[in-house]
Structure formats: structure tokens, C-alpha cells
Nanobody, 116 residues
Framework: VQLQASGGGLVQAGGSLRLSCAVSGSIFGINVMGWYRQAPGKERELVADIRNYGSTNYADSVKGRFTISRDNAKNTVYLQMNSLKAEDTAVYYC???????????WGKGTLVTVSS
């Protein structure tokens, strides 16, 4: 399974970015897609995830500002980030999970920098 993330960059506080993650390879059984982030000196944390049937889950810190979505035809998951804050600055990682077996796949991170 390969995950290719894109869309990071530098944005001013209050701005928006959209991250994309395309999944390829043996994707049978992958039922959860998500985004995690890791800020300097901090542990990696879940930002948002989405299940095959559309159920979503968000970290409290991004609720109301970020929206996760997926295009099953394109095997792509998106993270729309609005009203960005300096504390959103982190490396964002795309994740795919086979929850029945507990196997996670990770993409290379994409850096999001929010200037205040």
C-alpha cells in the first residue's frame, strides 16, 4: 500500500489549505483513512479520520475548522483546513488502516506552516 500526500505549504493565520492523499496498491480491507500531525517536540496525534461508510472523527482542537472527506472512486482522502492557527503548524501524515488486523500504513509527511 502506498500513500502519496500533497498540499502542504506556508499560509497566514486565518487562511486555508487542502491536503490530499492518494492511496494505491493492495487496498482491499482498508476501511479507515485519516490524517495525523506531529508538531516539533510533540507526539504524533490524530487530526481526523473517516471510515468507509462515511463516519468521521475529529480532534477537539480542529472541530469546526477542518473537514475530512474521501473520494472512493479516486482512492483519495482530503483534509480541508480553514481558519488555520499557528498551533496547527506541524508535519501532517496520511494514514490508512485495516482496523480488523490493526495494520496501519503511513505516507510521507507534508509540512504545514501557519504564520501568525
Amino acid at each position: 500500500v502506498q500513500l502519496q500526500a500533497s498540499g502542504g505549504g506556508l499560509v497566514q493565520a486565518g487562511g486555508s489549505l487542502r491536503l490530499s492523499c492518494a492511496v494505491s496498491g493492495s487496498i482491499f480491507g482498508i476501511n479507515v483513512m485519516g490524517w495525523y500531525r506531529q508538531a516539533p517536540g510533540k507526539e504524533r496525534e490524530l487530526v481526523a479520520d473517516i471510515r468507509n461508510y462515511g463516519s468521521t472523527n475529529y480532534a477537539d482542537s480542529v472541530k469546526g475548522r477542518f473537514t475530512i472527506s474521501r473520494d472512493n472512486a479516486k482512492n483519495t482522502v482530503y483534509l480541508q483546513m480553514n481558519s488555520l492557527k499557528a498551533e496547527d503548524t506541524a508535519v501532517y501524515y496520511c494514514n490508512a488502516e485495516r482496523s480488523l488486523s490493526g495494520i496501519h500504513y503511513w505516507g510521507k509527511g507534508t509540512l504545514v506552516t501557519v504564520s501568525s
